[in-house]
């Protein structure tokens, strides 16, 4: 496998403040790979570390094992789509589209054969006179994917690529995003918060925090085995026990995670441990259930028609023997 | 009472704007479009060349008189100048805009501020007169020049036919540089806003597609600045246009159409003349705007 980006102890500074600290990080050619965090973790900056727009304060980016520090972004095998898709409001979708080619000196009719295509890949064919304007979200997220795809980049960089879009729209796009990285074979690195995005996207998860990638790797892996209470906790609302709760609920004396889906209710006496319902939440296909056991808290996701007690009401927690996930205490 | 008015005032609101709106369409409506418009009609009343008054009967006579030689290179004078005005102060502006807008920051972008506009905060005659000295045979830039030992090149350029002349002050290359100095903060300003209003992404966007600085400025920046850019040429050009006091002061004897109306509607009497001379910049000023327009100028608004 040829790596297409690696970060060696890469850090960039803003004045006092340390967007990115020390990262290293390794994303594979032809892979789907996700940055996730909550916003000010340093995954935006890391991106722009990339595309050239921030140059690093110490360590260096290799892209396609070169050394990148001197690259200016308009010399890097390197497009985006940015975050609220940067279109040109005085040109149509066709010249949007054709500007990297327009650039490079491209004659005028190959330039709008190119473009044509390209908004044939996009699903946005017809749409070439059009000015931005006059396109609704998701096609300008359109023009703006087949602009930076009309370079042919090794990697296409995504900044928040869904997140101005409503929910049905995004899943949509997701999958197209997905089919049209098959199809192209190229490299897609793609900044998010959304867990659920990340999960269901990327085939590789890098998961940053104050500026440092905590864990990388599949979303399974990620999910299934957070390294860290952080991790847990941001990639899929996790409960989080300390470790004197952890003894409590009979599981080793450890920084432990468990995931709300697998635990189950009984009724009181029969499970592993006793508690009383606090709040239900309706989430459609399923409901989120609040236990308090002695006085921690415990979320439970259990399907939308199993019975559960009123408020108050006493019940038995249940999760499959190895449910409980050891984590490093940070 | 008060609580009563302001609940009506509420309850209909197109009542609030007519009552706010109507001192200022008063003064634009009656002052300002009606004294356009007596304008326009003097233009067309001709006066009687032997008794010298003005006969108030509709005619194309006095734009023929506008159309005589002498007449004709005032007003061919006066747009060349504004046209020369503009494109200088289009060029000289633009960096400096650019700077302020893109790279200026804190104290220095005060300073970027302050530095355009104090030119506006003095009395026009005071810096007129101030230039005057400034280009005059024994002044400073004469003094420096000749202390350079290139005396040679000034004379030289004052020794061109048309805008040279025996000294700076007294040449139109004397009107020029005023007239630039005095307007130029009327197209810094505009262009500066406009240029703020770019949005930094849209240059990163270029950047990332492959362009070099040199084919953002011109296929981004520009084009998105163009409106700021016409706001400010029309700044630039019709004051140049109207201006009678710079080449009055400094330049040759030769007239300007700002000269020319206050001469024919004062000493000589000719209003007629005058209003016809005043309708000059108004129709160029038209004709400009249509053409802007038509070529897309005002597209990225």
New interface residues.
Partial sequence: MTVAVAFENTSRHFGAVVAVDRVDLVIEEGSFFAMLGPSGSGKTTCLRLI?G?ERPSEGLIRIFGEDSNDI????RP???V???Y?????LDVDDNVA??L???GVPRGRRKDEAGRMLELVKLGGYGRRKPSELSGGQRQRVALA??LI?RPRVLLLDEPLGALDLKLREQMQDELKAIQETLGITFIFVTHDQGEALSMADQIAVMNEGRVIQTGSPREIYEHPRTRFVADFVGSSNVFPPEVSVSFGEAEAWSSLRPETVSLAPPGTGRVDGHVVSVRYLGASKRVTIAVRDHLVAAIIAADSPVPDQGGGVSLVWPAGSFHVMDDD | MLARLSDTLWRRPGLFILLLLTPPLLWLGIIYVGSLFALLLQSFFSIDEFSGLIRYELTLKTYYELLTPANGDIILRTIIMACAVTAAATLIAFPIALYAARHARGRLKAFFYLGAMMPLWSSYLVKIYAWKLILAKEGIINWVVEGMGLAFVLNAILAFPVIGGNSLSVSYIGTFIVLLYVWIPFMILPLQAALERV?E??L?????????AG?TLR??TI??ALPGMIAGSIFTFSLTMGDYIVPQIIGSSRRFIGQAVYAHQGTAGNIPLAAAFAVVPIVVMAFYLWYARRRGAF??L
């Avoid at chain 2, 990163?204 to 070099?212: F, I, N, Q």
Wanted: glycine share 4%; charged share 20%.
């Fill in positions: 595309s727009f200016p972004p308009n010399r390197v497009n985006t940015f975050q609220d940067a279109l040109f409001p005085h500007y990297g327009m650039v490079r602009r930076a370079n | 949005p992404p849209l990163e966007a270029s950047d990332d597609l492959g362009a070099t084919q296929h981004v084009p998105l597209d990225a």
